[in-house]
């Protein structure tokens, strides 16, 4: 099975900050990778799709990279909404998820 | 506007059965793979299980392996998740949910409670 690992687990920012969540893959996974945006007690939000296509109607300052095992979700600008926990995904062999990034105001 | 409604979930003793639900609407249900992702209480997202469209391929994660059967009747638009020998750690709320690359849709979730 592949096993997604993110970092780091939490992560203090505000308004107005770039941010990035690493996602690391322990094998290569190609290009074959989905970014999430989860708020509590709703489903998740489908954000980056084969590592740095954006889903649409997404924002801009969410962009995605990378390929193989490490890759990167970036926000360019914290904006309020944006304080969520975030998900990478592999859906290369079956599927699975890294343990997640809550994203926490300072 | 895509739907993906879920059902069947409650409480349930350990060792018990339980089926759930997804009704779809709004898509070509049938041209679709289909995926249960689960998620326990407080926990992260973990993928569950994978049927293709025509149901000739079904993956199921190795924690509910030999326990979990996923089918799907797509003249009824409708995908099925029976659940055997229920656990306490497959408490969880159940999302079913799908997508061309990556998973676009997702429903509303429905809350699965193994205890006794």
């Known amino acids: 099975d592949i096993q997604m690992t993110q970092s780091p687990s939490t992560l203090s920012a505000s308004v107005g900050d770039r941010v990035t969540i690493t996602c690391r893959a322990s094998q290569s996974i190609s290009n074959w990778l989905a970014w999430y945006q989860q708020k509590p007690g709703k489903a998740p939000k489908l954000l980056i799709y084969?590592?740095?296509t954006l889903e649409n109607g997404v924002p801009s300052r969410f962009s995605g990279s990378g390929s193989g095992t490490e890759f990167t979700l970036t926000i360019s600008s914290l904006q309020p909404d944006d304080f969520a926990t975030y998900y990478c995904q592999q859906y290369n062999t079956y599927s699975s998820f890294g343990q997640g990034t809550k994203l926490e105001i300072k | 506007e895509v739907q993906l409604v879920e059902s069947g979930g409650g409480l349930v003793q350990p060792g018990r059965s339980l089926r759930l639900s997804c009704a779809a609407s709004?898509?070509?249900?049938?041209?679709?793979?289909m995926n249960w992702v689960r998620q326990a209480p407080g926990k992260g997202l973990e993928w569950v299980s994978y049927?293709?469209?025509?149901?000739?391929?079904?993956y199921y994660a190795d924690s509910v392996k030999g326990r979990f059967t996923l089918s799907r009747d797509n003249a009824r638009k409708s995908l099925y998740l029976q659940m055997n020998s229920l656990r306490a750690e497959d408490t969880a709320v159940y999302y079913c949910?799908?997508?061309?690359?990556?998973?676009?849709?997702w429903g509303q979730g429905t809350l699965v409670t193994v205890s006794s």
């Open positions: 049927i293709s469209s025509t149901s000739t391929t079904i």
């Open positions: 949910t799908t997508g061309s690359s990556g998973f676009t849709y």
């Open positions: 709004e898509f070509t249900f049938s041209n679709y793979g």
């Open positions: 084969k590592a740095s």
